[in-house]
């Protein structure tokens, strides 16, 4: 009922920029909640930075704040992330994720809350 395609990912140098992007198809009322997730071997799936329709509810990791943006465009039914000042520890996975109301749920970024998924993009920093 919602396809995600995500782009954008790429390898770059400690303290470097990028864009990811995720355009949505489908129903939108099923994509109120879009963000970003990230994962790497061995761990669990991060919530890095989600927000409602609107930008009118917003959450970040910790680990992200100041660094990361997280911003929507409602018409093309899409989400961005932009990522400065990445560090190697930033590297991963990426996924874009939606979902009816999970961001309006506990912290907002628990990934089992989300019901659709892109196939991921993979961010490389290297130090």
């Known amino acids: 009922q919602v396809r995600l395609v995500e782009s954008g990912g790429g390898s770059v140098q400690a303290g470097g920029s990028l864009k990811l992007s995720c355009r949505g198809s489908?129903?939108?009322?099923?994509?109120?909640?879009m963000g970003w997730f990230r994962q790497v071997p061995g761990k669990e799936r991060e919530g890095v930075a989600v927000a409602y329709t609107g930008g009118s509810s917003i959450h970040y990791a910790d680990s992200v704040k100041g660094r990361f943006t997280i911003s929507r465009d409602n018409d093309k039914n899409a989400v961005y992330l932009q990522m400065n000042s990445l560090k190697s520890e930033d590297t991963g996975m990426y996924y874009c994720?939606?979902?009816?109301?999970?961001?309006?749920?506990?912290?907002?970024?628990?990934?089992?809350?989300?019901?659709?998924w892109g196939q991921g993009t993979q961010v490389t920093v290297s130090s």
């Open positions: 489908g129903y939108t009322y099923l994509s109120n909640c």
């Open positions: 994720a939606a979902d009816a109301e999970a961001c309006m749920l506990g912290t907002g970024r628990d990934a089992a809350l989300f019901g659709y």
